[in-house]
């Protein structure tokens, strides 16, 4: 009975150090990122890219611009995103979409049609996976509520 109880006391306490380890992977993970310059994240995206799409580096460069602008616009827009009206969040989300549209046109003239194609298709897996995680937060939420 001892022994049974000793190894079920170990299997929890490793099973709760498991969990902390990979909450401090994601917050560690999150820090770095946060501390980035626009360029240094655009770098990023762009080899992540030309891995995943095969890119030239002609297109390569081009998509590196393009995300060093959009980087540095977002970088600007998160500082001023405090205790805004209505007004002025529906002109955020408005402008947010008008740049996600130019960002595909974009994306459009510098990629091949089959590179286009599976970059449309990460996207929407990202979107997804970004609505479902933004979903699972709000269940958290009002949850402890």
């Given at each position: ?38 360029e ?54 408005s ?31 990202r ?19």
């Amino acid at each position: 009975m001892k022994k049974a109880m000793l190894i079920i006391m170990a299997l929890t306490t490793l099973a709760v150090t498991a969990q902390q380890k990979d909450d401090s992977k994601k917050h560690h993970r999150k820090q770095l990122m946060e501390s980035l310059t626009p360029e240094q994240k655009a770098e990023m995206q762009s080899k992540k890219l030309t891995l995943d799409l095969n890119l030239n580096n002609a297109q390569q460069s081009k998509i590196k611009e393009l995300l060093v602008d959009a980087h540095k616009e977002r970088a600007t827009k998160a500082k001023t995103k405090e205790n805004l009206t209505d007004a002025e969040k529906l002109k955020l989300k408005s402008d947010r979409l008008d740049n996600q549209i130019a960002m595909k046109r974009a994306m459009k003239d510098i990629l091949t049609e089959e590179q286009f194609s599976k970059w449309e298709k990460r996207q929407s897996h990202r979107m997804r996976k970004f609505k479902s995680r933004k979903e699972a937060k709000k269940h958290y939420r009002n949850r402890e509520n």
